[in-house]
């Protein structure tokens, strides 16, 4: 009798232990849990089919606002994906690369430098640290980065990360348009925008600017401690590990005052990076060649805007298909299928912020705000409207299929 | 480590274990004596010489004072032909004068530390203050000192063992270890309650076995201990904090925020406080020891006085014991008593009145101005005290006139309306009180009073409440937690032969599921933890 008491007892702690975790750990997982666009294209990166990419990008967030996977692949046939979070420090880069690698292995990784243009007093944040670490699979790769970067009483957060995000509840409902989003990428298996996310600005810089003069320009910073030992540390790594396929660049910003001893640190990175026998391209010294417009290009000092982006992305794949000559992957139907899924997105995307920059200009609205458009519910079903109504032929197939399906 | 970390709750699960597994089981006291100084030392190491000196004096003067009382006994048996009765009763006035040497020998030593420790600069600052006012050269230096932790909590706890000894309702304790333990028990060191001997220590020492059934409850206390502490205090304080951050900042906010902070004030200080009690004693429990309970529902008190009865009931207990009645039944007062019926007004029928409950009231004050002290040493919390002493004073000195006019008016008393409007009437008192709590300082208590009358305005209200450090949602969330508290007491308050516990036990058991898991689901999810938020220590650990 007294065994049957304890068996039951037993059973009844294990099912309500058991039910505590469960939900901790899906709470956890899904919902309580950075969510933002930084999470949605990380998650893509990671649902793309293995080794089905021909470039991965690296970067912050000028990569993600530059460059365009879904033109690249409409123009150029490239599958590529621009594997960036938002303001990514220096400690990021080494870990993004072998995460790239283990993942994608791809023809090229192309590495954008702004995370080793932090000096030592101006190092992001850990919310920055976050946008990736949170965000990328519990491996080797992630607990290396938790053990190196953060002091030991602070991992627990990391391990654990519903004591961080608990608090998270408050921000729904409006959190729900990426908590929603996610769901649907991970299920349908790839992201439709590819990683992209732009704001409809036509920003009009003020004041005196460099960009002109920056081809000519040889001058150097010294770079900051921690950025110059990561960066050291990456290309040790890229060596040792005989890993070739890798060229490191500098996307276009607009370069003021301040944005000048930026562009001399960037040139110090250039000769660390070229004496270890890596190739470097700063774009920001071919504005020219790329057609650049810096009253047209930008929405804000660092970012490009879509008339930007589209110029960008064919430059480098100009590049990168002639220079360096990668060439695209043979894709199976269904990859195809997805890809062709990216461009029409990326299409919606361009009509919507030509239409939105057009308003705004009309306004005579020129500062550094707007209309941001990335992966989240609300701008897929925005972009999709305006879509509809103004370019009906981009949806020309669906009207095939319902005519074949009646 | 505090009682609401994660590495209590295993420190508490680790000590189970330990003390439930050990084979011998009038040795079990003794992992619960190692616990508690480990506990100890973690929080405070530096000032345990504290804690053993109180409790080393406590029990060496314990046993000296039952060694005075045998020896004086066995010599008056010794001598109980020989001596007359003038002889005898010297000789027993001579005994009681050296016990009560002895016993304020201890007083002294032990109250004097937490005396210096706590009210020194206070009493500097006071003394240099008057002596700054008659232009005297001197200035009392002020000091950097710090409390040890649970100093209040442990050192009320030893004087009462003290007196006990010295009115001979306990026996001295001979085991240094075991006294020990009883001072320093980990679950209650850090907020009380504050525990008699008779009552905790044959608890302490005896080996419990264990019991699934306390295990559980004690469980319960503790999630709904962290529920009150981790969801509700810690968000509340969030915005409280935001008020009284600085004095300069407390002085721009309007009365409908002060009036607001106060309410609020109202709820964190209960969940805060009755939250950490049900942790301390959901964890005895695990360990088969019942501590007494702090709380009895206190905002449904209909006077003030039942109010105390019901709020923070240990230090409540302890005064009535060791300070209220011995002073009320004390030479001068009852003399004071005597004289004022000798007088005309003393032959009236209020004067009759007064006489009578005269030292009653008089103690109340003295003992609610102690209340006060022992809070904190600053004027604000003498006025809270006063402010209590008052009220509790004047209603008993007016007690006929308030049963007149209830008669006069045909008052039923049993009538719900009435029982209500009692209730808030008490309420408003107790939050008056609160007032000197909040507040930075004395004149800022007394300003927050006035804005309560000349400066309401809801929508500047309303637009100060916003920037205090909590949303919208977290104001619903409070709402709804209050509710809950709310209406939980209700039923507390309608089966109070019962607990809650017992209740749910006869429940089915998917019932029982569902709130547990709702319980530890709220706490993890709306929990004011982790690196986000920075942790509230327990109100009354200063104390």
Same mark, same amino acid.
Request: glycine share 6%; hydrophobic share 45%; aromatic share 16%.
């Given at each position: 009798?007294?065994?049957?008491?304890?068996?039951?007892?037993?059973?009844?702690?294990?099912?309500?232990?058991?039910?505590?975790?469960?939900?901790?750990?899906?709470?956890?997982?899904?919902?309580?849990?950075?969510?933002?666009?930084?999470?949605?294209?990380?998650?893509?990166?990671? /649902?793309?089919?293995?080794?089905?990419?021909?470039?991965?990008?690296?970067?912050?967030?000028?990569?993600?606002?530059?460059?365009?996977?879904?033109?690249?692949?409409?123009?150029?046939?490239?599958?590529?994906?621009?594997?960036?979070?938002?303001?990514?420090?220096?400690?990021?880069?080494?870990?993004?690369?072998?995460?790239?690698?283990?993942?994608?292995? &791809?023809?090229?990784?192309?590495?954008?430098?702004?995370?080793?243009?932090?000096?030592?007093?101006?190092?992001?944040?850990?919310?920055?640290?976050?946008?990736?670490?949170?965000?990328?699979?519990?491996?080797?790769?992630?607990?290396?980065?938790?053990?190196?970067?953060?002091?030991?009483?602070?991992?627990?957060?990391?391990?654990?990360?519903?004591?961080?995000?608990?608090?998270?509840?408050?921000?729904? &409902?409006?959190?729900?348009?990426?908590?929603?989003?996610?769901?649907?990428?991970?299920?349908?298996?790839?992201?439709?925008?590819?990683?992209?996310?732009?704001?409809?600005?036509?920003?009009? &810089?003020?004041?005196?600017?460099?960009?002109?003069?920056?081809?000519?320009?040889?001058?150097?910073?010294?770079?900051?401690?921690?950025?110059?030992?990561?960066?050291?540390?990456?290309?040790?790594?890229?060596?040792?590990?005989?890993?070739?396929?890798?060229?490191?660049?500098?996307? &276009?910003?607009?370069?003021?005052?301040?944005?000048?001893?930026?562009?001399?640190?960037?040139?110090?990175?250039?000769?660390?990076?070229?004496?270890?026998?890596?190739?470097?391209?700063?774009?920001?010294?071919?504005?020219?060649?790329?057609?650049?417009?810096?009253?047209?290009?930008?929405?804000?000092?660092?970012?490009?805007?879509?008339?930007?982006?589209?110029?960008?992305?064919?430059?480098?794949?100009?590049?990168?298909?002639?220079?360096?000559? /990668?060439?695209?992957?043979?894709?199976?139907?269904?990859?195809?299928?997805?890809?062709?899924?990216? /461009?029409?997105?990326?299409?919606?995307?361009?009509?919507?912020?030509?239409?939105?920059?057009?308003?705004?200009?009309?306004?005579?609205?020129?500062?550094?705000?707007?209309?941001? /458009?990335?992966?989240?519910?609300?701008?897929?079903?925005?972009?999709?409207?305006?879509?509809?109504?103004?370019?009906?032929?981009?949806?020309?197939?669906?009207?095939?299929?319902?005519?074949?399906?009646? | 480590?505090?009682?609401?970390?994660?590495?209590?709750?295993?420190?508490?699960?680790?000590?189970?274990?330990?003390?439930?597994?050990?084979?011998?089981?009038?040795?079990?006291?003794?992992?619960?004596?190692?616990?508690?100084?480990?506990?100890?030392?973690?929080?405070?190491?530096?000032?345990?010489?504290?804690?053993?000196?109180?409790?080393?004096?406590?029990?060496?003067?314990?046993?000296?004072?039952?060694?005075?009382?045998?020896?004086?006994?066995?010599?008056?048996?010794?001598?109980?032909?020989?001596?007359?009765?003038?002889?005898?009763?010297?000789?027993?006035?001579?005994?009681?004068?050296?016990?009560?040497?002895?016993?304020?020998?201890?007083?002294?030593?032990?109250?004097?530390?937490?005396?210096?420790?706590?009210?020194?600069?206070?009493?500097?600052?006071?003394?240099?203050?008057?002596?700054?006012?008659?232009?005297?050269?001197?200035?009392?230096?002020?000091?950097?000192?710090?409390?040890?932790?649970?100093?209040?909590?442990?050192?009320?706890?030893?004087?009462?063992?003290?007196?006990?000894?010295?009115?001979?309702?306990?026996?001295?304790?001979?085991?240094?270890?075991?006294?020990?333990?009883?001072?320093?028990?980990?679950?209650?060191?850090?907020?009380?309650?504050?525990?008699?001997?008779?009552?905790?220590?044959?608890?302490?020492?005896?080996?419990?076995?264990?019991?699934?059934?306390?295990?559980?409850?004690?469980?319960?206390?503790?999630?709904?201990?962290?529920?009150?502490?981790?969801?509700?205090?810690?968000?509340?304080?969030?915005?409280?904090?935001?008020?009284?951050?600085?004095?300069?900042?407390?002085?721009?906010?309007?009365?409908?925020?002060?009036?607001?902070?106060?309410?609020?004030?109202?709820?964190?200080?209960?969940?805060?406080?009755?939250?950490?009690?049900?942790?301390?004693?959901?964890?005895?429990?695990?360990?088969?020891?019942?501590?007494?309970?702090?709380?009895?529902?206190?905002?449904?008190?209909?006077?003030?006085?039942?109010?105390?009865?019901?709020?923070?009931?240990?230090?409540?207990?302890?005064?009535?014991?060791?300070?209220?009645?011995?002073?009320?039944?004390?030479?001068?007062?009852?003399?004071?008593?005597?004289?004022?019926?000798?007088?005309?007004?003393?032959?009236?029928?209020?004067?009759?009145?007064?006489?009578?409950?005269?030292?009653?009231?008089?103690?109340?004050?003295?003992?609610?101005?102690?209340?006060?002290?022992?809070?904190?040493?600053?004027?604000?919390?003498?006025?809270?005290?006063?402010?209590?002493?008052?009220?509790?004073?004047?209603?008993?000195?007016?007690?006929?006139?308030?049963?007149?006019?209830?008669?006069?008016?045909?008052?039923?008393?049993?009538?719900?309306?009435?029982?209500?409007?009692?209730?808030?009437?008490?309420?408003?008192?107790?939050?008056?009180?609160?007032?000197?709590?909040?507040?930075?300082?004395?004149?800022?208590?007394?300003?927050?009073?006035?804005?309560?009358?000349?400066?309401?305005?809801?929508?500047?209200?309303?637009?100060?409440?916003?920037?205090?450090?909590?949303?919208?949602?977290?104001?619903?969330?409070?709402?709804?937690?209050?509710?809950?508290?709310?209406?939980?007491?209700?039923?507390?308050?309608?089966?109070?032969?019962?607990?809650?516990?017992?209740?749910?036990?006869?429940?089915?058991?998917?019932?029982?599921?569902?709130?547990?898991?709702?319980?530890?689901?709220?706490?993890?999810?709306?929990?004011?933890?982790?690196?986000?938020?920075?942790?509230?220590?327990?109100?009354?650990?200063?104390?």
């Amino acid at each position: 009798m007294k065994k049957k008491l304890y068996i039951t007892r037993a059973i009844k702690i294990i099912c309500f232990a058991l039910a505590v975790v469960i939900s901790t750990y899906l709470l956890q997982a899904y919902v309580l849990k950075r969510n933002d666009n930084n999470t949605l294209r990380m998650d893509g990166f990671f /649902v793309e089919d293995k080794e089905s990419l021909d470039v991965v990008y690296i970067g912050a967030s000028d990569v993600y606002a530059g460059y365009s996977a879904g033109l690249a692949y409409d123009e150029y046939g490239l599958t590529s994906y621009p594997f960036a979070t938002q303001a990514s420090p220096p400690q990021v880069v080494l870990p993004q690369i072998k995460d790239v690698i283990k993942h994608q292995n &791809p023809k090229m990784i192309v590495v954008e430098i702004n995370s080793f243009m932090y000096k030592d007093n101006d190092l992001p944040a850990e919310a920055s640290h976050r946008m990736f670490v949170d965000n990328i699979p519990r491996d080797d790769i992630w607990a290396d980065y938790i053990k190196e970067n953060f002091p030991e009483e602070d991992q627990i957060e990391y391990w654990l990360p519903i004591i961080k995000y608990h608090g998270s509840w408050s921000d729904y &409902p409006w959190k729900l348009k990426f908590l929603l989003t996610d769901l649907a990428l991970r299920q349908r298996g790839y992201s439709s925008f590819r990683g992209f996310k732009t704001v409809a600005n036509e920003f009009h &810089p003020g004041g005196k600017l460099y960009n002109d003069t920056l081809a000519e320009t040889d001058d150097k910073l010294p770079l900051g401690y921690t950025s110059e030992r990561c960066l050291r540390e990456t290309l040790d790594y890229l060596k040792e590990n005989n890993i070739k396929n890798v060229i490191f660049t500098r996307f &276009p910003h607009i370069v003021n005052n301040k944005a000048y001893s930026r562009f001399k640190r960037c040139n110090t990175a250039q000769q660390i990076i070229e004496e270890s026998g890596f190739d470097f391209i700063n774009l920001e010294r071919y504005g020219k060649q790329i057609g650049i417009d810096v009253n047209k290009d930008f929405y804000n000092w660092d970012h490009l805007n879509i008339y930007g982006a589209e110029k960008l992305t064919r430059y480098f794949c100009d590049k990168l298909t002639k220079e360096y000559g /990668v060439t695209p992957n043979e894709l199976t139907e269904s990859q195809k299928a997805e890809w062709a899924e990216s /461009v029409k997105t990326y299409k919606m995307i361009y009509y919507y912020s030509a239409e939105m920059i057009k308003r705004r200009s009309d306004l005579g609205k020129n500062d550094n705000s707007g209309t941001t /458009v990335s992966e989240d519910d609300t701008s897929v079903k925005t972009i999709e409207k305006y879509a509809r109504k103004t370019h009906p032929e981009l949806f020309a197939d669906e009207a095939t299929e319902a005519a074949k399906a009646e | 480590m505090t009682y609401t970390s994660f590495n209590f709750l295993l420190f508490v699960l680790a000590t189970a274990v330990i003390y439930f597994i050990l084979p011998w089981k009038k040795f079990r006291w003794v992992v619960l004596l190692i616990a508690s100084g480990v506990f100890y030392c973690l929080a405070s190491y530096k000032y345990a010489v504290f804690i053993l000196f109180t409790a080393l004096s406590t029990m060496l003067i314990g046993l000296w004072l039952e060694s005075v009382n045998k020896n004086g006994k066995l010599k008056l048996r010794q001598h109980k032909a020989d001596w007359d009765r003038e002889a005898k009763k010297k000789f027993k006035n001579d005994l009681k004068v050296k016990k009560r040497w002895i016993m304020a020998l201890c007083l002294i030593l032990n109250f004097g530390i937490l005396a210096f420790l706590k009210y020194y600069n206070f009493f500097a600052g006071s003394l240099n203050d008057i002596l700054g006012s008659f232009r005297v050269d001197f200035s009392a230096p002020t000091l950097k000192l710090f409390l040890p932790l649970g100093i209040s909590f442990y050192t009320f706890q030893s004087m009462g063992y003290i007196v006990d000894v010295y009115r001979e309702k306990v026996e001295a304790q001979r085991n240094p270890f075991k006294f020990l333990l009883f001072v320093s028990f980990f679950p209650q060191i850090i907020q009380g309650p504050i525990s008699n001997y008779s009552q905790l220590a044959s608890q302490l020492f005896e080996g419990h076995s264990f019991e699934f059934t306390r295990f559980k409850h004690g469980c319960q206390l503790i999630l709904w201990g962290f529920f009150k502490k981790l969801v509700i205090a810690d968000r509340a304080v969030i915005a409280i904090n935001a008020v009284t951050a600085t004095p300069e900042g407390y002085n721009g906010y309007g009365g409908t925020t002060l009036t607001f902070t106060i309410l609020l004030y109202s709820l964190q200080l209960y969940a805060d406080f009755s939250g950490g009690i049900d942790i301390s004693r959901g964890v005895a429990q695990i360990f088969g020891i019942d501590m007494i309970d702090n709380f009895k529902r206190p905002y449904f008190s209909k006077t003030i006085n039942e109010y105390w009865r019901r709020w923070h009931i240990s230090l409540g207990a302890w005064m009535k014991d060791y300070i209220f009645n011995p002073l009320a039944i004390s030479g001068p007062f009852l003399n004071a008593s005597k004289k004022m019926r000798g007088t005309r007004f003393g032959k009236t029928k209020a004067g009759a009145h007064i006489a009578k409950v005269l030292p009653t009231a008089f103690a109340s004050l003295i003992v609610f101005l102690l209340v006060g002290v022992w809070h904190g040493a600053s004027y604000k919390y003498v006025a809270f005290g006063l402010w209590n002493g008052v009220i509790i004073m004047l209603s008993t000195l007016m007690q006929p006139l308030f049963d007149g006019v209830v008669d006069k008016l045909h008052i039923n008393r049993k009538n719900p309306f009435f029982c209500f409007f009692q209730m808030f009437r008490t309420f408003i008192v107790v939050l008056v009180g609160y007032v000197f709590d909040v507040a930075p300082t004395f004149e800022h208590g007394m300003m927050t009073i006035g804005r309560f009358f000349t400066d309401q305005n809801f929508e500047r209200g309303i637009d100060e409440i916003n920037t205090l450090g909590l949303s919208f949602k977290d104001y619903i969330l409070l709402g709804i937690c209050t509710v809950t508290l709310l209406v939980i007491s209700i039923i507390q308050e309608r089966h109070s032969d019962t607990t809650m516990r017992e209740m749910l036990d006869k429940k089915p058991f998917i019932l029982r599921f569902v709130l547990y898991f709702i319980c530890v689901m709220a706490v993890i999810i709306f929990g004011i933890y982790g690196s986000g938020y920075a942790a509230a220590d327990f109100v009354y650990m200063q104390f």
